[in-house]
């Protein structure tokens, strides 16, 4: 009878102590000095010291208080990554997502003293991930205690919009003659295009990779390239009713909106899929616009298909809508069995949880991605590959002027995580690449490493499509052994100029 009491004590004591250890929170004091946010421009500050000293930024190796003043600097709005490891992104693979996502809630509850309800913004369908609302300093801080947590790091805060820097070509009425936005057209220089069969436009880029001379062996024919980007201009036919005309046939182009246009965070409705930025159309014509007797810029890969995502407004993912818009624009395609190829000429110059989840997510379903290596003035030149071009996971491209395999175009990035070039820079004129414009019937010029970008994805769904039993990594490697310093990387400009026409062979 004594044994069986005892026991019953020392039952009674554990489940009294396991209980008031899952229920009970540390008591944090926030020092005097820390209890004000710092203004956008102090934010901004120490984001740009430590880019210059270290050449990148992540949120994980922020203070407390720089990472609280943000998300109070972005309406309150926290990411939060979480998952057993920090490989452990994906909710199909994570039996215990719901089990870490109740126990990260109850925390947030608990400091911020609202309900569940009342925190959360979203929480995400593939990835361990999810957006709350955060007022208090400690609750950050207790999160970042919780082994569970993957990252957290501010979800609404716009780096560029509180910069006190113009972002470049990032506006509609800005010139197109870059990589950012613009409705311009600009009648081609004959010197920059060939005309071939049945009276396509061939660009003068092309015949520096061997592009023409590539399509004798394949066109990308059964291969969908997925683009994420602004859209395509419903405006432009040759992307739309006539994108099946004269040498490209029996194929599809499906486009998709998952951008929000909101400055509100808990807006949810998309503008649709049409571009309002003019980049999105430029690099799906670069990637595989028709070759038929228009007389306008033919493609890359003209045969094969597209899936357009409109995912954000333009090129520079600032902004909760835009981050949140590619990150479902990635696991969208990832999910999507048909796509191949992933191309992005989009990015942030640091990392983004959400967007490398996306990223990672779409790698672990068998995709080649390809992502712009960066493209602006000299105001972020320093900071050299852009992300997410920078990640494992992805293939970072950027351009380079004509003639050359290791200089950089005017405007490009460079620097030791890009793995191929493009060719996009006139030597003399300075001219970029020709393309379809936004508007029926005409033409314009946009370069630097978006152009780039689109470019390699169109010459690797034409290695793919003469070899359609290959994985990504064959593809991969083929493109590498056909380009200008396989086997040994430039520790700038990686494998080089891509030869199309080896990379078919």
Not at 9 to 24: E, G, R, Y
Not at 413 to 419: C, L, N, P, R
Not at 443 to 454: F, L, N, P, Q, R
């Amino acid at each position: 009878m004594t044994k069986n009491i005892l026991k019953l004590l020392v039952l009674s004591v554990f489940i009294f102590t396991s209980c008031s250890k899952d229920d009970s929170f540390d008591e944090i004091t926030i020092d005097q000095s820390q209890k004000d946010p710092l203004t956008a421009q102090q934010i901004n500050s120490q984001i740009d010291a430590t880019m210059n000293t270290k050449g990148t930024f992540n949120w994980k190796d922020a203070s407390n208080h720089l990472l609280w003043s943000a998300s109070f600097r972005g309406n309150h709005i926290i990411t939060i990554g979480f998952g057993s490891s920090s490989t452990d992104f994906d909710r199909s693979k994570s039996p215990e997502n719901a089990k870490f996502q109740a126990s990260l809630l109850n925390v947030i509850a608990h400091y911020e003293g609202k309900s569940k309800d009342e925190v959360v913004l979203s929480s995400d369908t593939y990835l361990n991930l999810m957006d709350v609302y955060i007022e208090k300093q400690e609750t950050i801080i207790a999160l970042r205690k919780n082994k569970t947590v993957r990252y957290i790091e501010p979800g609404d805060y716009n780096y560029f919009a509180n910069s006190g820097v113009e972002k470049v070509n990032l506006s509609a009425s800005s010139s197109s003659g870059s990589s950012g936005c613009g409705y311009d057209a600009e009648t081609l220089n004959t010197a920059d295009y060939t005309t071939i069969t049945p009276g396509a436009k061939v660009p003068w880029t092309f015949y520096q990779h061997n592009i023409p001379s590539a399509w004798n062996v394949s066109t990308g024919r059964g291969i969908t390239i997925g683009i994420i980007d602004t859209g395509v201009s419903p405006n432009q036919t040759l992307l739309g009713s006539n994108f099946n005309d004269g040498l490209s046939t029996g194929r599809t182009i499906q486009k998709f909106g998952v951008y929000v246009d909101s400055i509100w965070p808990w807006s949810t409705g998309t503008d649709g899929p049409n571009d309002q930025c003019g980049h999105g159309t430029s690099m799906s014509s670069v990637a595989a616009a028709p070759r038929n007797d228009n007389g306008l810029p033919v493609g890359v890969a003209y045969n094969s298909n597209l899936i357009v995502y409109r995912a954000a407004s333009n090129v520079v993912l600032d902004g909760y809508h835009e981050q949140n818009g590619v990150k479902d624009a990635f696991t969208a395609l990832a999910n999507n069995v048909n796509v191949k190829i992933i191309s992005m000429s989009m990015g942030h110059i640091f990392s983004v949880g959400k967007i490398e989840d996306g990223v990672k997510y779409a790698y672990s379903k068998g995709k080649l991605i390809f992502c712009a290596g960066g493209t602006s003035t000299s105001f972020t030149n320093f900071v050299g590959v852009i992300f997410p071009a920078w990640m494992a996971e992805t293939v970072a491209v950027t351009g380079v002027k004509e003639g050359t395999s290791n200089q950089r175009c005017d405007v490009c990035h460079s620097g030791g995580k890009i793995d191929f070039t493009i060719q996009m820079q006139r030597s003399v004129s300075g001219n970029t690449v020709p393309v379809d414009s936004y508007y029926d019937n005409q033409t314009d010029y946009v370069g630097g490493s978006s152009v780039a970008t689109a470019t390699t994805a169109g010459i690797a769904a034409l290695v793919w499509a003469k070899n359609p039993s290959w994985t990504r990594d064959q593809v991969l490697t083929k493109m590498k052994q056909s380009s200008t310093y396989y086997p040994i990387k430039n520790v700038d400009y990686g494998y080089g100029n891509i030869n199309a026409f080896l990379a078919v062979q």
